[in-house]
């Protein structure tokens, strides 16, 4: 499976992005798309994970209700709509795949990675 993510860029606060994650290859195998992000001098953290059939999203508590896991599966690709950005949503962000069927917010749970895209949020 590959996972090519795209979409960041700058963006002012309170603005919005919209990142797309293209599953190529074997994308059936996985089950869960998650996206990740990791803010400079920080651990890379989870923001949110959706199943291939639409259902169950899970978000962190920092983007809950600002940010938005969609999916295509006619077209492979989770999307992150991000409104009402803010300086702290800056990052590299991540998406990930999870080739087993339960829900999980670990990004050791995660079986294939993008190469990320940079989100940078101006104040």
């Known amino acids: 499976v590959q996972l090519q993510a795209s979409g960041g860029g700058l963006v002012q606060a309170g603005g919005s992005l919209r990142l797309s994650c293209a599953a190529s290859?074997?994308?059936?195998?996985?089950?869960?798309m998650g996206w990740f992000r990791q803010a400079p001098g920080k651990e890379r953290e989870f923001v949110a994970t959706?199943?291939?059939?639409?259902?169950?999203?899970l978000y962190a508590n920092a983007v809950k209700g600002r940010f938005t896991i969609s999916t295509d599966n006619a077209k492979n690709t989770v999307y992150l709509q991000m409104n009402s950005l803010k300086p702290e949503d800056t990052a590299v962000y991540y998406c990930?795949?999870?080739?087993?069927?339960?829900?999980?917010?670990?990004?050791?749970?995660?079986?294939?990675w993008g190469q990320g895209t940079q989100v940078t949020v101006s104040s």
């Open positions: 290859g074997r994308a059936l195998d996985t089950y869960w």
């Open positions: 959706i199943n291939w059939s639409g259902g169950s999203p």
């Open positions: 990930a795949g999870r080739a087993r069927p339960l829900l999980s917010a670990r990004q050791t749970d995660y079986d294939y």
